[in-house]
């Protein structure tokens, strides 16, 4: 039997992709994760949505040494997809090196270990904060990269070409790099979703653990040009994300793709506002949620939304949620968490 290793795999977009991995494939699922943002309660949740079985290895990827011990045994490894990263922007710019450190060292000692065994296939989280400001919306795979506004978006544009030259350089290892815009929402059964070990940064856990009474929402500037003058984004729901990944895997698997290291943007293509988001979330909860309008948070881009259509067209993939399954999805989620801390 084949195997796929799952880097990041307790966590919340590692976690959803575990799913659809074992609901859609017959391959070996084999997750690491190390729980620095993340933890064992992943795994069991996914146990109770998914029938079949899946391996897990606690290992931090930056332990070269480790690495080597605890996978360098795996046989039959069709290939990784690597989320395993630190993911918050503001912490980045406080402190630096801990992201530059984190995320670049476990991506070349993944990349190694592909080398060492022969493993030809890589599927790698990017995002589309290495666009920037862009000049011109919908952005494309071919919108240039803007200079990097945080060392988490630069560990992002510096992963990419650093597997862009690991492939010249291996001319049978193929890779797909995938740009997420913003990935929301929670498991359609509400049995699994983020957990976020800390205060939340994000827009969606925000309003969800707002409208619970344990955050006080700020919408962060009204007076954008925009259409109401609040910032605008690509919001996707996280199973769509997982899918594609499940699609990205499969097109490198059947070696469908013409590019050896290719790119795709994964967002609905539907640009949403602060506003409108919250909008969505009132209609869906019932809930009229208590929030202020303060204002611009540095470093936010006034508006990014993604072109999807070399995703659709080369990986057969159309996102199936809507922003309101999107709200209503994190908002079931959060009353499931309320549940268990009652209980
Ligand atoms: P997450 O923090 O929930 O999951 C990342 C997982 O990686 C965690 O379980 C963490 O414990 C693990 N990890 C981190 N460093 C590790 C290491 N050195 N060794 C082993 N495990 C390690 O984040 P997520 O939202 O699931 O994001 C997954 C990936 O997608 C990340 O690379 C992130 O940068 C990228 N991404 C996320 C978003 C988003 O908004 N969530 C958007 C664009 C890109
Ligand atoms: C969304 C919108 C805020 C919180 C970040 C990373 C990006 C990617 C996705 C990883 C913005 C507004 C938010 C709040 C608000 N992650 N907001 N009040 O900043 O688009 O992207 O996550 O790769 O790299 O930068 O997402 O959810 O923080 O913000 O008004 O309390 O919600 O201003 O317009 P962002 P977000």
């Known amino acids: 039997m084949q195997s796929i290793i ?58 070269k040494q480790l690495l080597e011990k605890k996978l360098g045994s795996l046989e039959n490894v069709v290939g990784i997809i690597h989320f395993a990263a630190y993911k918050s922007v ?7 090196l801990l992201y530059y450190h984190n995320n670049n060292t476990s991506l070349i000692n993944i990349l ?22 862009a000049d011109a919306l919908p952005v494309t795979e071919k919108t240039p990269l803007a200079k990097a506004e945080s060392p988490y978006a630069h560990t992002k544009q510096m992963g990419e070409e650093m597997i862009a030259f690991f492939c010249k350089a291996n001319p049978s290892f193929r890779a797909t790099l995938l740009r997420y815009f913003n990935p929301v929402g929670a498991h359609i059964s509400g049995k699994i979703g ?3 070990l800390n205060r939340p940064n994000n827009l969606v856990p925000i309003i969800t653990q707002t409208a619970v009474g344990k955050n006080s929402l700020v919408v962060f500037g009204n007076d954008y040009p925009t259409r109401d003058g609040s910032c605008i984004r690509d919001y996707i729901h996280v199973s ?10 499969q097109n490198l698997i059947q070696k469908k793709g013409l590019e050896q290291c290719q790119l795709f943007n994964l967002g609905t293509g539907n640009g949403v506002s602060v506003l409108e988001a919250i ?31 070399r995703a659709k067209e080369q990986l057969n993939w159309v996102p199936k949620y809507s922003l309101d399954d999107m709200m209503a999805s994190a908002w079931k989620w959060q009353l499931n968490i309320e549940g268990s801390n009652n209980s």
Do not use: M, W
């Open 240 to 249: 769509d994300i997982a899918d594609a990944h499940v699609k990205a895997l």
């Open 112 to 133: 190694e270990f592909c080398k060492i065994k022969g493993i030809q296939n890589f599927i790698f989280s990017s995002s589309c904060s290495v666009y920037g400001n």
């Open 90 to 96: 503001p912490e980045s710019v406080a402190d630096p």
């Open 279 to 309: 909008a969505s979330f009132e209609k869906v909860s019932g809930t009229k949620l208590k929030y202020t309008i303060g204002g611009r948070r540095a470093g936010d881009v006034v508006a990014v939304y993604a072109n999807n259509t």
């Open 194 to 196: 983020e957990f976020p």
């Open 6 to 63: 799952v880097t990041g795999g307790a966590g919340y977009i590692g976690s959803h992709t575990i799913i659809e991995l074992l609901n859609n494939t017959d391959l070996n699922v084999i997750s690491v994760d190390n729980f620095s943002n993340s933890s064992s309660a992943a795994y069991e949740k996914i146990k109770q949505i998914c029938s079949r079985s899946f391996e897990t290895i606690e290992l931090d990827l930056c332990d």
